[in-house]
C-alpha cells in the first residue's frame, strides 16, 4: 500500500533537498466525478529563501506570496500568461519563503502542462497536501537517474540566481 507523504516531510526538509527527493515520488489528482491521475514525478525546481532572486518571495510578502512564507506542507499555484496555474508545494519553516515547483511528470512536460492537465484554478492555494481530497503525493521508490540543471526562465535574477543547478530531472535508468 502506498503511503502519502505527511506534513513533516515538507516542514522538516528545505527546498533544494525536497526538490531532488520528491522526484520518482506519485503526484495524485483526484477530480470530483472519481478519476484520478496517478502519475511520478519527473522534473522540479527549487526556491529557496528570500535572498534567491528568482523567487517571488525575493519581493517580500504579498498576498501572492504570504503561503510561501508559512510552514511547508501547502499548495502554492499562481498564475501565468493569464492562463496558466502551476503547481508548487511550500516547505521548510515559517518565516522562510521556500517552495518546489513541479516542472515535469509521467504524462506531460512543462508546469503550465501540468496545471492543465490537473485542471488546477484558485481554489488550490493553500490546499494541505496532508489532507486534501484532490491533490497529494505519495511516496514511492526511485527509479531512475537524477541530473541537475539551471533553472527555466528565470533570466531576470541575474547570472548568479540563474544558473543555480536547483533544476532536478529524473532520467530512465540505462
Known amino acids: 500500500m502506498t503511503q502519502r507523504l505527511p506534513q513533516n516531510y515538507f516542514r522538516n526538509n528545505n527546498s533544494v533537498y ?9 503526484l495524485v489528482r483526484r477530480f470530483e466525478d472519481g478519476r484520478e491521475i496517478r502519475s511520478k514525478i519527473t522534473e522540479t525546481e527549487a526556491y529557496f529563501g528570500a535572498d534567491d ?11 501572492r506570496t504570504e503561503l ?26 515559517a518565516g522562510v519563503p521556500e517552495a518546489v515547483l513541479i516542472r515535469g511528470i ?10 492543465t492537465l490537473l ?4 481554489s488550490f492555494y493553500g490546499e494541505d497536501l496532508a ?3 484532490r491533490l497529494w503525493v505519495e511516496n514511492s521508490d526511485l527509479d ?18 540563474k544558473n543555480m543547478p536547483w533544476r532536478f530531472m529524473l532520467k530512465p535508468a540505462r
Do not use: C
Not at 53 to 63: F, I, P, R, V, W
Not at 68 to 89: C, T
Not at 119 to 122: K, S, T
Open 119 to 122: 485542471e488546477l484554478d484558485r
Open 53 to 63: 532572486l528568482a523567487s517571488h518571495a525575493s519581493k517580500g510578502k504579498t498576498a
Open 131 to 133: 489532507t486534501s481530497d
Open 18 to 26: 525536497l526538490a531532488q527527493d520528491l522526484l520518482g515520488k506519485t
Open 144 to 161: 531512475g537517474v537524477v541530473t541537475t540543471g539551471p533553472r527555466v526562465g528565470v533570466d531576470y535574477a541575474g547570472e548568479i540566481w
Open 106 to 115: 509521467e504524462q506531460v512536460t512543462g508546469p503550465g502542462r501540468i496545471g
Open 68 to 93: 510561501m512564507f508559512g510552514e511547508g506542507g501547502s499548495i502554492y499555484v499562481y498564475l501565468i500568461y493569464g492562463k496558466y496555474w502551476l503547481l508548487n508545494f511550500v516547505t521548510g519553516v
